[in-house]
């Protein structure tokens, strides 16, 4: 069994329903939110523990084999529920609870928690932050 280092221990999951944000890549409503733990070690060596936020978005994370399995259970289940805001929380809820969703939402953010933010990206991030498009 391999350790569990690197592993979420507490993921905050938001789906569509109430206005989705915005994919911060193509500013298309992203599929889920999730919120993770996350860490970092300071210029002084500390352990510096956070959350962060992981998008899944319809058009960006198509091509990304990490995202592949988790897009494929989260398209199954917002067609099943249809796209109106008062989407049946039941049918979403039992989707969610499943093995294969928890299995690809792992796989997931495992590759979404080692990648390293897009310098362009960021600059262009901060530009919309300065400019209070954020
Ligand atoms: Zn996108």
Known sequence: MTPDTGRPTTVTLRLPGSAPPPCP???????????????????????????RESVLC?????????????????????????DGADAPA?????ALASGAFAAHLE????AVRHR???????AAEEARWRAGEL
């Open 25 to 51: 890549r193509c500013r298309a409503p992203v599929l889920l939110v999730a919120r993770h733990p996350h860490s970092w070690h300071n210029r002084s060596g500390a352990r510096v523990e956070g959350l």
């Open 90 to 94: 039941a049918v979403a809820s039992e």
């Open 58 to 82: 319809g058009d960006c994370d198509a091509g990304d084999p990490a995202a592949e399995g988790l897009l494929a259970v989260v398209s199954a289940v917002l067609a099943e529920a249809g």
């Open 116 to 122: 390293a933010p897009d310098p362009a990206a960021l």
């Open 107 to 110: 796989t997931w953010l495992t």
